[in-house]
């Protein structure tokens, strides 16, 4: 199996990027990732980290997909995300719904034991991996591995998740994925300005799916179908990722702009998956169901 060393890993999401690794359509890779804060948040003590010079959001990679071309889809099925035995957050005074009630950054760190977050003496919290950055090369300019995109990137969309599948843009040649930000678990809307950030081992497989219809970021999940959607604004966010699976949907069922727009009504969900980052992301959720109603199946 493919391994991708989290010593491979870069803060900007670039086609310029050199591979670190290659592969072929439906291979599966295993891509070791580094925590968000550069693994130096290592202790409650020194809540700025133990180095200083570290990467903000390191994501491991970029893995070359061969026969992945521009305009193509690249599927990436999420089969495991193997977490390490701790996790870190910490607060912050300029980012986050909570950034006034704090003087300065402090950090605290979690042990994972069996499968559950140690919160206190009284709460115990199941552990639900995610991974925060998952991104091909942008279009254009390379963008930092803090910020959301067309791409993917930063999405912080806690459905990421072991089991689900997402369905990135190729933007040039071999797709060039990274992988990394893992939360060993995060409520929509990631209010504080992190999830319980930790590092690990994700296994993906990937395909490279010419033709695609799918609208990317697009994404697959308990039995859900989603479009992930980023803008300066959650207005202009929901706005996007709203729209985006209207015309997936209008397009799927042949039908006209009203019914399309009554059916949305009445099955999709607008949800917020993170406020924190230089954009904030929505998706649009819908059941499955209502796809296989009109005849579509996933690729
Ligand atoms: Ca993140
Ligand atoms: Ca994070």
Redesign the pocket.
């Known amino acids: 199996m493919i391994r991708i060393s989290d010593h491979d890993v870069t803060d900007i999401l670039d086609r310029k990027n050199a591979p670190a690794a290659y592969c072929g359509s439906g291979d599966i890779v295993v891509f070791e990732t580094r925590d968000?804060y550069d693994n130096s948040l290592t202790s409650e003590e020194r809540p700025l980290g133990d180095r200083e010079d570290t990467l903000e959001?390191p994501a491991t990679g970029p893995l070359y997909v061969r026969g992945a071309k521009k305009g193509d889809v690249l599927k990436v099925e999420i089969l495991q995300i193997a977490l390490r035995s701790w996790g870190a957050m910490r607060t912050s005074t300029s980012g986050g719904e909570f950034r006034e009630r704090y003087r300065e950054r402090i950090a605290r760190i979690f042990p994972l034991k069996e499968n559950q977050i140690v919160f206190d003496d009284k709460l115990t919290l199941p552990v639900n991996p995610m991974i925060?950055?998952i991104g091909t090369a942008p279009e254009g300019e390379g963008v930092p591995t803090?910020t959301p995109g067309e791409h993917g990137g930063?999405?912080?969309c806690n459905k990421i998740t072991e089991g689900s599948v997402l369905y990135l843009p190729v933007n040039t040649d071999g797709a060039l994925l990274a992988i990394g930000?893992i939360?060993a678990r995060m409520g929509d809307g990631?209010v504080l300005i992190?999830?319980l950030e930790t590092a690990g081992d994700v296994t993906v497989r990937v395909t490279v799916l010419p033709n695609s219809v799918l609208p990317t970021p697009f994404l697959s999940a308990g039995g859900r179908v989603m479009t992930i959607q980023s803008a300066p604004t959650l207005d202009e966010a929901a706005h996007l990722a709203a729209n985006r699976m209207y015309d997936f949907v209008k397009s799927v069922s042949g039908k006209d702009d009203v019914h399309t727009g009554m059916l949305m009504s009445l099955v999709s969900d607008l949800v917020i998956c993170?406020v924190?980052?230089p954009l904030k992301t929505v998706r649009s959720e819908i059941p499955e169901a209502v796809l296989a109603a009109y005849g579509f199946c996933l690729p």
């Open positions: 968000c959001n925060g950055v803090h930063n999405m912080d930000d939360h990631e992190c999830g993170q924190v980052d």
